[in-house]
Structures are given as C-alpha cells and as structure tokens.
C-alpha cells in the first residue's frame, strides 16, 4: 500500500496547524512587555515620541509597554542591541534617519546594518529642522544671508550637535547648493550648539523645529527658513528654503519603530495596526503635530520602501559634506 495518501494527509494538517498558530500568535500578541528601546538619552525627540506611544499601546494590548533609552554612539549601542534580541516583536527601536541610515554612511564600521539587520515595522513621521540666525545677524531672509555670506566668505559660523548630525548635514547641503562658504563649529550635541548660538558664540544652526520654536516665538532668534520642500505647520510664517531662495532644497528626517531582522510578518501587521491607531488618536496627533512631527500613515511595507529611497538620497549628502567618522 502506498504511503503517498499518509504523507499528503499528514502534510496538509501540518501546514493547517502552523497557519492555525500563526493566525493566534497574531491574536494574543503580546502576552507579555513590549519594550522600545531608545537609542538616545532621555528629553529628545524620539524619547518623547516612544513615551507618548507607550501608554497608548498598553491601553490597546493590556501589557506593559517599557521605554529603555540606550544612548552612545549616535544611537548605535540601543540600535545594535535590537538588532541582536529575538525577532519576536517583544524588542524594537525607535529608530531614526541616523540611526539606520546616516550612521552607515558616516563610520568606517558599524555593529550592525541598519537596513538589512533590522524589519521595519511602523513610520512614525517626519520631522523638519529650520534655519535660525542669531538676532545680530543682518540678514531677515534667506537671500540676505546668502548675500550675506557670498560677500563675507568664512566670516560666519554655524553651529552642529557634532559631524554628521542632522545640524551638519542640512548646513553642509545649504552650502553647496547656495554657494556659499560658513565654518562649521561641533558642539558635543545639539544643546550646548543651541546654547552657543544664543550666547552669540555662532551666527547660525539649522536646527529640529520643536527644540527651535520656543526661541523662534520668544525673539531670541530669527527663523529664516524650514528645510523640507512644504515648510512646516507649526511655523506658518516661515517658507521653506526651496521657496525662499535655494530651489530644489529638501531634506526632513524619519522617525520609526523597527524590530529585528525575521521578526513574524503577522506580528509585524498586528504592531503598525495598532501604532497607526495610536496615531490617529485627536490628543496624540495634537502633541506630537505640536512639535512639528508630520505624522505617517504607512504600512509597513511601505516604510520598508521609504527607508531603500532614502539610502541613496543621504549617501549624496553625506559625500557632499565630507563628513566621516572613524
């Protein structure tokens, strides 16, 4: 007698059962805490973000939702410790631009690739840095200043959270495309850089719009113009640099939880369901919109296709700039 019948039988009850356990792996997740790690010190953009979000999913999971923050690195400490914990969704990082992507093209090695080692999992948003100048520079837009600094070369500096911050990049792609030449001071993070620019230490920054908007609204400095090409709701007065003087000017940077390479597909769906629930939500919009994050809508898939865009568009940048980390 032919075992063929045996075989295909117990195959297709095989394939019933994994489909079955997957379909409830999907259902009951998480039967335990959820952990996002932040790869930065606590206060930042994503530490805030990953804090609004925690709650939120507690509430729709009933498990604890914990925010880690391992900082070091620009972010690559907390980063390589996800991409070596269990694809399980368990362990996730609230990844930025940085972390998955500049970090690669700025040091010689890296513990992990931020691209291959890791499943994207929900966008998050995207956030835009604006340009400030110190209240004693002459210049009240962005073609003053290139004017500004095309007749006074070298005279002006601007202020960075250090080489290959998004500081340093959006000034470094400024200059290149406006034609202009400005020293670069690093600061050891964007807040002594901010700080510097307040105390007149520097003219300039291009700096994340939520830390800049307090200062903007207060009159300690000048906003001249948003770095991404739309501008940003929260400053309504201010244009972006394409429109007000450097056509072609682009550049905002990402924000999104990422799990481990391999993390189960269903997992994944069930997690960017669930985030893009939090998001809708009118009081979290509020907060986050609050300090200019444009928020995502995306599936996963979608991410994933955003984040392989961004590899060669940042690999121009950052060979524009020089900049490089050994």
């Known amino acids: 007698m032919s075992l063929l019948p045996i075989r295909k039988g117990f195959a297709v ?3 019933s059962l994994l489909s079955a356990s997957a379909a409830h792996a999907d259902s009951t997740f998480p039967v335990r805490p959820v952990t996002i790690v932040v790869p930065y010190l606590p206060g930042g953009t994503p530490d805030i973000m990953a804090r609004l979000l925690g709650p939120e999913l507690n509430k729709l999971w009933g498990q604890p939702v914990v925010v880690e ?3 070091g690195a620009n972010g690559q400490i907390g980063s390589a410790a996800v991409a070596n914990a269990k694809p399980d969704g368990y362990t996730m990082v609230l990844g930025t631009t940085a972390t ?15 691209v291959k080692d890791f499943t994207p999992v929900a966008m998050l948003g995207t956030l835009s840095n604006v340009l400030v100048v110190n209240p004693q520079v002459p210049a009240k837009n962005v073609k003053e200043l290139i004017a500004l600094l095309k007749e006074n070369p070298d005279k002006y500096n601007y202020g960075s959270g250090g080489n290959g911050s998004s500081n340093h990049l959006a000034a470094e792609m400024f200059k290149t495309m406006a034609g202009v030449s400005v020293r670069h001071i690093p600061y050891k993070s964007a807040a002594p850089a901010m700080t510097g620019l307040l105390a007149g230490e520097t003219a300039m920054i291009f700096e994340n719009v939520s830390t800049a908007i307090p200062h903007i609204h207060s ?3 000048r906003a001249l113009g948003v770095t991404s090409a739309k501008g940003a709701r929260v400053l309504p007065d201010v244009p972006s640099i394409d429109k007000a003087g450097v056509p072609g000017y682009d550049m905002s940077f990402w924000y999104g939880l990422l799990a481990p390479a391999s993390t189960d597909p269903q997992v994944v769906e069930k997690i960017n369901a669930d985030v893009r629930k939090v998001l809708a939500d009118p009081d979290v919009r509020a907060k986050l919109e609050g300090r ?3 928020l995502s809508d995306s599936t996963s898939a979608e991410f994933a296709e955003y984040m392989a865009a961004e590899v060669p568009k940042w690999t121009k940048v950052v060979e524009a700039s020089g900049a490089k980390i050994d």
């Open 13 to 15: 009850c095989a394939l």
């Open 69 to 71: 923050n391992k900082a």
């Open 100 to 114: 998955h992507v500049v970090n690669g093209l700025l040091y010689s090695s890296t513990p992990y690739d931020g």
């Open 292 to 294: 200019g994050i444009d």
């Open 219 to 221: 009159g300690a400095l």
